[in-house]
């Protein structure tokens, strides 16, 4: 277990002693009453559904329900516009612009490093291994005293696949500064969630998100479950009400209907595997990369050729062909038996084309 773990060693010294924005629901939390703390209006609003109160800036109704379902105190978890938005403050509290340094693994998503230049953290990039596996090795000797977050993602974008246990716990208990596990798609696979970990490992944070499983990626709702330090800080320089009223709304909504999340995941499941069973018929595919999430890394003959004439078709798929270890790859989302349906009918086409010319 992490022995040296300090989170006050890892964050910014100003963002120790910052005093955050007090906001008029903060400071009065009942709900009865007459309002007169906001600067609201008092009179609703000009659409038909009323959104003239500020919502509540730590979304406790939400927390209570997602706490019984991913079996996790409430003061471990954070609420964040989108999952970006915790990736962009867990680098925001930690890394002095210019000095600080993160780790990331390539081939992975894009965010972890858009957010750190953002940020002007120095990014060491270490790649997995040819097999998208943690170069466990590697990743160990890349860390310098400056380094702050190490970002992990399993079921990993673009590749599928699901990080090694054993690299991720070395990592955690060789590391004093923060192992970040995306799970954005963990609904999709048999592995268990890096959550159960957390009471033994004060460095351990992860990121779920309501976009993918749930269906809820336009509200924009992403969690974000560490220790109760880190949850503090993350509360202290976040965006007062950083999760507005109609998604709040929404999403206590969606949390009533787990059993309608459950049958999509199935379904995608059930299509991911016809999916892929359909797309190594065709000759033009080379490979496709096992998958725990809800898409397929395919590698194709000629993938560009490919990408431009799906895009004829009206299929869009993503380009991962010049992407480390992704070389003549596309990602295709798994979409609804129809629609891939629709995929393979122009695959096949192509297929006919290119064979005549
Ligand atoms: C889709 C995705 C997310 C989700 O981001 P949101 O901001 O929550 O929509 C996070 N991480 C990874 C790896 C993803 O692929």
Redesign the pocket.
């Known amino acids: 277990m992490t022995s040296n773990f300090d989170l006050n060693k890892i964050l910014r010294p100003h963002i120790i002693s910052l005093a955050p924005y007090s906001s008029a629901r903060d400071e009065y939390t009942g709900h009865v009453g007459i309002f007169l703390d906001a600067n609201e209006n008092p009179y609703g609003s000009v659409t038909a559904e009323n959104y003239n109160r500020y919502p509540d800036p730590y979304q406790a109704e939400i927390k209570q329900k997602i706490s019984p379902l991913k079996h996790i105190n409430a003061e471990r978890i954070f609420l ?6 915790p ?1 962009d403050l867990l680098i925001r509290a930690t890394c002095t612009p210019g000095q600080d340094h993160v780790i990331i693994m390539p081939p ?2 894009g ?1 972890y490093e858009v957010s750190a230049n953002i940020h002007d953290a120095k990014i060491d990039k270490v790649l997995l291994t040819p097999d998208f596996s943690i170069d466990t090795e590697a990743v160990l000797n890349a860390i310098m005293p400056q380094t702050k977050i190490i970002w992990i ?1 399993s079921p ?3 590749t599928g696949n699901v990080m090694q246990n054993d690299a991720i716990q070395t990592l955690l208990e060789n590391f004093n500064g923060l192992v970040v596990v ?4 963990i609904d999709f696979t048999k592995a268990p969630s890096w959550i159960g970990q957390l009471d033994n490992y004060p460095n351990l944070v992860v ?6 499983a749930w269906g809820l ?1 336009g509200l ?4 974000c479950f560490a220790s109760p330090e880190l949850i503090r800080i993350l509360n202290k320089i976040k965006p007062p009400y950083n999760i507005s009223l109609p998604a709040q709304k929404a999403l206590l909504e969606g949390l009533e209907h787990i059993e309608t999340k459950t049958a999509m995941v199935a379904d995608i499941l059930h299509e991911r595997s016809s999916l892929c069973t359909m797309l190594e018929d065709l000759s033009l595919v080379i490979k496709v990369y096992p998958s725990d ?1 809800n898409f397929l890394l395919v590698q194709f003959e000629d993938a560009k050729a490919v990408m431009d004439y799906l895009i004829g078709a009206q299929i869009i798929v993503r380009d991962r062909s010049r992407v480390q270890l992704c070389q003549g790859c596309l990602r295709i989302t798994v979409g609804t038996k129809q629609e891939n349906e629709v995929l393979i009918d122009s695959l096949k086409k192509y297929q006919q084309t290119s064979v005549i010319v």
């Not at 990121?207 to 993918?212: A, D, G, V």
């Not at 924009?220 to 969690?223: E, L, T």
């Open positions: 964040g516009n989108g999952s970006d938005e990736i992975t998503y965010m993602c990993n974008n673009p995306d799970e954005a798609y990121l779920q998100t309501f976009s993918k990626a924009r709702v992403g969690m999430a």
